[in-house]
């Protein structure tokens, strides 16, 4: 099979439409970041926090990019010590709609997608890879002035 065709059925089976709850080996978890040689560290949705690493298999490989912070499903494995589980599906929007509405995604989650898309004024979402500049506002008893300190502040989402 060629590059060019297993490129085009792998992304067609992401694409599918295929909103399977998941089984009993299988838990949603958030990339936290990319470790290297198809490895990701994940943080659990379960209330434990727990992080741990998970693999690529193979036809996913050069294929399917994960950043930071997307969702995918993860099948645990028994003999992994390190390397705890393999991502089976990387979840888009459509698939964590439905998820919500079954009632199967992890509630630690709904609360950091919606802090993931909050808006300003003019119904933009912040660009988080850009520094942003504060100012506060402060008064001092003994100056009549206002003093209004600029401070640079790198936003990030740990969350």
């Not at 949705?45 to 690493?53: F, K, M």
């Not at 099948?75 to 589980?85: A, F, L, M, R, S």
């Not at 660009?127 to 003093?147: A, G, P, Y």
């Amino acid at each position: 099979m060629s590059r060019v065709t297993k490129i085009k059925h792998v992304l067609k089976e992401q694409a599918t439409n295929d909103f399977d709850l998941p089984k009993a080996n299988q838990q949603i978890v958030k990339i936290v970041a990319s470790r290297g040689n198809n490895l990701h560290e994940v943080l659990s949705g379960q209330e434990s926090n727990e992080q741990y690493l998970v693999s690529m298999p193979m036809k996913f490989r050069k294929n399917v990019w994960v950043k930071r912070g997307d969702f995918v499903l993860v099948e645990t494995i028994e003999e992994g010590n390190k390397v705890k589980g393999e991502i089976c599906r990387i979840l888009t929007q459509e698939h964590i709609k439905a998820f919500e509405k079954e009632g199967v995604w992890p509630a630690k989650f709904i609360k950091q997608r919606q802090q993931n898309h909050e808006v300003d004024e003019h119904g933009l979402i912040q660009n988080t890879n850009r520094k942003f500049l504060v100012n506060h506002e402060s008064e001092d008893d003994d100056d009549e002035d206002e003093r209004v300190d600029s401070v640079n502040i790198f936003s990030c989402n740990n969350a």
